[in-house]
RNA sequence: GGGUGUGUAGCUCAGGUGGUUAGAGCGUUACGUUGACAUCGUAGAGGUCGCAGGUUCGAGUCCUGCCACUCCCA
């Protein structure tokens, strides 16, 4: 017996681990099916499980869990990510409460003690995802920074470099002062501030009492610049041009030069160049060949070129400002908002630094990528999102990929002591390519630099399933895989750079479809953020409402290209959605309902119950299209739909008097016919639904095959004969039970009912189904009409017939003439509509005659419909 | 500044190719709790679909402009 209430605490854990105990996620390698894959995207192993890893994983385990039932081969592999920067934080962090650096460790302990971290601490994410009731293959869990995934990350760079695609440069870059590493363009976030434009002036060299005058937002640079630009179309200044001015201060001489990267526009219209410090500078220093200075040490204080060595950029500006002002050469300070760079990590500001770095040539990389998703091989899902990829992909900048860090992949690189390099996938590879070149053994050191973690989650597609072993039974079976779930906000970061990756090392796509969801935001469409205090952990969600109840809920709120806001009340709704199924299995438990084996649904004779399972079927039917389609919200929806309206609250209802009544043969067909439709809805449920759904079929019955691979039911004949007379019965109920409500006719009060207008066929069903009607209707007896109507008789129209329902001495047939009346008006305001319509020539000659003649099917029902309330007007009207 | 979305009931959201009286959940009102469901049932109220034009026999849906907000890239 099932439980009284529904507790999903009782068995969601229990029911995971029967399943992985059991190996039910393990593709069967054996079978000749198709194939199904999908790569989850890694979380880090420093990361907790948030909402957005709760409607990604849902989707993907829907996708997963239907594919599987499909009986397909389906692998979902799961792994984690080492998460360079992020991890090493964390570590680092952890060493600072105990008053220790990582510089005090040294790289090797350190690394250690990551290693030792993650083993510890690392893989909470998984635990919570199993929670969730991911069905992950956990046998083929990878990690980015295991053998196998290493070894593809050093066979693709070595590849990369030997086809002259990796290459190191010194460059400007973006530097974190914090992490003291370069970072990518895409780990930099531009905030918009209110700062300040200071105004001041250089002397021109030999023109004593000549002055240039110059705007910055950062006066501390000026021992950085190598010139001073202006426009050769600014008429005021031009003059200036060919001229040296004198950096004050340290009293060095630097060009005047001409550039049209003074706008002659803004601020002074002149400009001081500070190449090795800042974008657009080091573009105006490359045309005039001017010399780089570099003022900044690794850790953002000024160095030895500077006269304030040693103190932080906001200090250094406070005293650059101060002597500028004793030499009198300040003019004025004014707010100016700018936009400033900060490390989407570390939180500090990012200074473009010239420094040596391994760039990866992004361009050239991007040009299969582009044709692979111009061609249609690749598909975005919603498709709008392929705009975004091209033009992201078409202007791509090279990729910087060193990291000043220790945590991550140490590039597979070694130099000589000439500072020749050798880019082999292993020390012994690359000591020997030395040997040979120089014809004697020399010393090499290896560079220390690791790579972006983004390198690694980039091979993911592929070195998850056995790469570079090319024989790999799961790479030549799952690879292409068939769809990348992801959120858009990081297309640029992993999306373009697996598409890159794969196109390059592999010469075929990663995925087929790759479908794009939005972000999960608060109750008020807030983004949720730890700083914000705004997040809700879905392990509380899940203690509280049950994890099929969150689940249900990112599916069904899961609409193409869209966000999601947080809705508590909504996952209490899905909720009690599993606490209706709880309960209607429980009736049916009451009822005697089991599944019969073999049961033959071609031999149902009742109508009704032929009616449930064509809607059964139906229901499968929609859920199958929507899922395919990628419509997660239609097809939950249409689940729910099914369930709770026509199953519960239709079915159930009607098959009452049945299930009470004497009738043996009825109620043995209709037990069976129940068990028959719960156990269909246990199936179409389950990929949103595992666990509520898998406890049901487990203790419903005993069963041949678990839940989690029963057949999805494909291609069946719906025998929809008996739709349209449950359809008319369902709407001559509606129409009672809404006239009685209208007329506040007491619920107890047992009415006698009576038809006309009705076709023989329609009075035929309205006898078979009498006693249904009767039940929910509360009805006394239904019976057609003999002779005419009684002025007593109030009554509703129900698609083509009339229901006629004595009320003598029951009811204020005022309120019956106000209702009649409200009723009229809602006829006489259509009908307006379609005579507007049909009197229109052009309408009636140029709609598709189908359209047409729908609208005068519509209009001669309404006239008939309206004739019934105007003469069942003029019978009561005197009463 | 460039690009991209969004604006529909009190709230949160659905409304692939234009075609009934624009739907759901929550909330709300009235009635009920009848042998699955103190997590239930029945019925109702509630919307000039951001604004203004246009295309069309017909527009929430397509086009143009405007307003407001979101996000991405500078």
New binding site residues.
Partial sequence: MLDK??NPKDFEEKIYENWETDGDFKPDMKSDKEAFCIVLPPPNVTGVLHMGHALNDTLQDILIRYNRMLGKKVLWQPGTDHAGIATQMVVERNLAKEGISRRDFGREKFIETVWKWKEQSGGTICKQLRRLGASCDWSRERFTMDEGLSAAVRKIFVKLYKDGLIYKAKKLVNWDSKFMTAVS??EVI?K?TVGKMYYYKYPIAGEEGEYIHIATTRPETMFGDTAVAVSKDNEKLKHLIGKKAILPIINREIPIIADEHADPEKGTGAVKITPAHDFNDFEVGRRHNLPLVNILNPDATLNENTPFAGLDTQTARQKTIEKMEELGLMEKIEDHPM?IPYGDRSGVVIEPLMTDQWFVDAPILAKEAIRAVEDGETKFVPQ?YE?TYF?WMRNIQPWCISRQLWWGHQMPIWYAEDGTIFCEETEAEAQAAADKQFGRHVNLTRETDVLDTWFSSGLWAFSTLGWPDENSDYLKTFYPTSVLVTAFDII?FWVARMMMMSMYGMKKIPFKTIYMHGLVRDEK?Q?MSKSKGNTVDPMETIEKYGADALRFFMAA?E????DI?M?E??IA?Y??FA??LW??A??GE?NEAKPVKNFNISEVKLAINKWIIAKAQEATLEVSKNIEAF?F??AA?GVYQFV?GTF??WY??MIKPIL?GEDEVAKQETRASFAWVLDRILVILHPFMPFVTTQLWDNLASRDVKLIHHPWPQNEVIDNQSAQALDMVIDII?SI??LR??MNLP?GAKLKAYVKDASEAEFSHIKDFANIICSLARLESIEALSGAASSDMVQTVSGSLTILIPLKGVVDFAAERERLQKELA?LDK?LA?YAAKLS?A??VE???AK?VEEEKR?QSEALANKEKVESALARIANL
């Fill in positions: 209430t529904y363009d895409l531009q918009e936009v709008s705009k033009e640029f469409g983004k709120m609409t193409q290209g869209r806001n809705n009340n909504r709704g909720r009690n606490t209706k309960n209607a429980r009736f009451m419509r919200s239609d929806n709770w519960c609250d159930i209802e009470y509606s039970r809404s409500a209208e619920a809602q259509n509509g229109n052009s309408f140029r709609a598709p359209v519509r």
